[in-house]
Nanobody, 120 residues
Framework: QVHLVESGGGLVQPGGSLRLSCAAS????????MTWYRQAPGKQREWVAT???????SYTDSVKGRFTISRDNPKNTVYLQMNSLKPEDTAVYYC??????????????WGQGTQVTVSS
């Protein structure tokens, strides 16, 4: 069994910052790319950022220069530092990772989501 658990969401004023964390646990052999998605009310889930195993990053245009994705491989954790937050960043944020288990099975895993609300 493999689990992803997000944390760090909350209510923040426009212009503020939050750092999201997503920790993977369980029978993990290795983790491939780790990705953050978000889903705003009434909208489809959208890709936010990805980090590869060797640290290469990519971002959707709307968050470039404001969000930073990073990972701590020994801790099996991915982070999303969000600065200069805007009301349109309000969404449930989900992490996703491709994980190879100790039995060498590959799985595409999702966390349960964490709410980020940007409002004055």
């Amino acid at each position: 069994q493999v689990h992803l658990v997000e944390s760090g969401g909350g209510l923040v004023q426009p212009g503020g910052s939050l750092r999201l964390s997503c920790a993977a646990s369980g029978s993990i052999f290795s983790i491939n790319a780790m990705t953050w998605y978000r889903q705003a009310p009434g909208k489809q889930r959208e890709w936010v950022a990805t980090i590869t195993t060797d640290g290469r990053t990519s971002y959707t245009d709307s968050v470039k220069g404001r969000f930073t994705i990073s990972r701590d491989n020994p801790k099996n954790t991915v982070y999303l530092q969000m600065n200069s937050l805007k009301p349109e960043d309000t969404a449930v944020y989900y992490c996703n990772a491709g994980i190879i288990s100790t039995t060498r099975h590959f799985g595409d895993h999702w966390g349960q989501g964490t709410q980020v609300t940007v409002s004055s």
